[in-house]
Nanobody, 116 residues
Framework: QLQASGGGSVQAGGTLKLSCLAS???????????LAWYRQAPGKQRELVAD???????NYQDSVKGRFTISKNNAKKAVYLQMNSLEPEDTAVYYC?????????WGQGTQVTVSS
């Protein structure tokens, strides 16, 4: 259901934009769902990075505030994560998530590696 892309390897201070397409999802389901990005670093638990409610409210993990921006394009059924001023601590596999209220959908994960 969800296809994530956009990961890669960058140096500290660099930028990446992650994309997640919910191409197989009904439009009304996508637009009424909570959208989120999570990440999981080696040896650590998966953690919430940012989320976006259907009403447009956003929430960010403290460590990414001011650097990351979550957004969506309803027409494309896509959710994005713009990541600026990347730090080595941002290195992780990033997962997109769509929570419909009755079910959670997860993307396959995309690797982000930030070198110092």
């Amino acid at each position: 259901q969800l296809q994530a892309s956009g990961g890669g390897s960058v140096q500290a201070g660099g930028t990446l934009k992650l994309s997640c397409l919910a191409s197989g999802m009904i439009w009304s389901t996508f637009t009424s769902s909570r959208l989120a990005w999570y990440r999981q670093a080696p040896g650590k638990q998966r953690e919430l990075v940012a989320d976006l409610t259907s009403g447009g409210s956003t929430n960010y993990q403290d460590s990414v505030k001011g650097r990351f921006t979550i957004s969506k394009n309803n027409a494309k059924k896509a959710v994005y994560l713009q990541m600026n001023s990347l730090e080595p601590e941002d290195t992780a596999v990033y997962y997109c998530n769509v929570e419909t209220g009755s079910r959670d959908y997860w993307g396959q994960g995309t690797q982000v590696t930030v070198s110092s």
